[in-house]
């Protein structure tokens, strides 16, 4: 059964850091984009950053952009999002999905809360 894992959230004070990964199990990760999306309470789901399959090319929204790194470790099927000084307004449930053509597979999302 293929699937995909968030783990790595939890509480941080502000100007702290996390890092989450992406597991995946059931097919190799290694020909997908992943894509990092994140969605507060009340307000819609916002995407935060991508990395290509094809070329490792990677993708900041502003609010994160040189706070956030994305990365990938095809050799432990599992992608990464370094979470660097982060903010109160970082508060969300952070999502990774894995996308090739028409297929994509979705995690079930980890909570990270930033307060103080």
């Known amino acids: 059964q293929a699937q995909l894992v968030e783990s790595g959230g939890g509480l941080v004070q502000p100007g702290g850091s996390l890092r989450l990964s992406c597991a995946a199990s059931?097919?190799?990760?290694?020909?997908?984009?992943i894509v990092w999306f994140r969605q507060a309470p009340g307000k819609e789901r916002e995407g935060v950053s991508c990395?290509?399959?094809?070329?490792?090319?990677?993708y900041y929204a502003d609010s994160v952009k040189g706070r956030f790194t994305i990365s990938r470790d095809n050799a432990k099927n599992t992608a990464y999002l370094q979470m660097n000084s982060l903010k109160p307004e970082d508060t969300a449930v952070y999502y990774c999905?894995?996308?090739?053509?028409?297929?994509?597979?979705w995690g079930q999302g980890t909570q990270v809360t930033v307060s103080s």
């Open positions: 059931g097919f190799t990760l290694d020909y997908y984009s």
């Open positions: 990395i290509s399959s094809l070329d490792g090319s990677t």
């Open positions: 999905k894995a996308v090739r053509l028409l297929s994509e597979y």
